[in-house]
């Protein structure tokens, strides 16, 4: 499957944004779906956690993130949304999305967050 996400962009300490990650696979419901983040000049397996949501609809959050954002998925629209909230400078990343389904993981490409005034 090929995961798209979008919706990064610069947002000022204290704003919101919403991520979208959309994926071209019509079975799109069999997939545990997830978000993760790279802060800057760090590695690819030093991806941060952010949350996930089950293929039933279960979600959790890290706590870096937790009462801030909001994960959720509409399988119609083959589309993961990350809602963020009140923005901090270390929310700036790549944010990534991976959808993992029957032992395989598949991820998106990523956006860029950059929180700063």
């Known amino acids: 499957v090929k995961l798209v996400e979008s919706g990064g962009g610069l947002v000022q300490p204290g704003g919101s944004l919403r991520l979208s990650c959309t994926a071209d696979?019509?079975?799109?419901?069999?997939?545990?779906l997830g978000w993760f983040r790279q802060a800057p000049d760090s590695q690819r397996d030093q991806r941060e956690w952010?949350?996930?949501?089950?293929?039933?609809?279960?979600?959790t959050y890290a706590d870096s993130v937790k009462g801030r954002a909001t994960i959720a998925r509409d399988n119609a629209k083959n589309t993961m949304y990350l809602d963020l909230n009140s923005l901090k400078p270390e929310d700036t990343g790549v944010y990534y999305c991976?959808?993992?389904?029957?032992?395989?993981?598949?991820w998106g490409q990523g956006t860029q967050v950059t929180v700063s005034s």
């Open positions: 991976l959808g993992a389904a029957e032992g395989v993981e598949n």
């Open positions: 696979d019509k079975i799109f419901s069999i997939y545990h």
């Open positions: 952010v949350a996930r949501i089950s293929t039933s609809g279960e979600k």
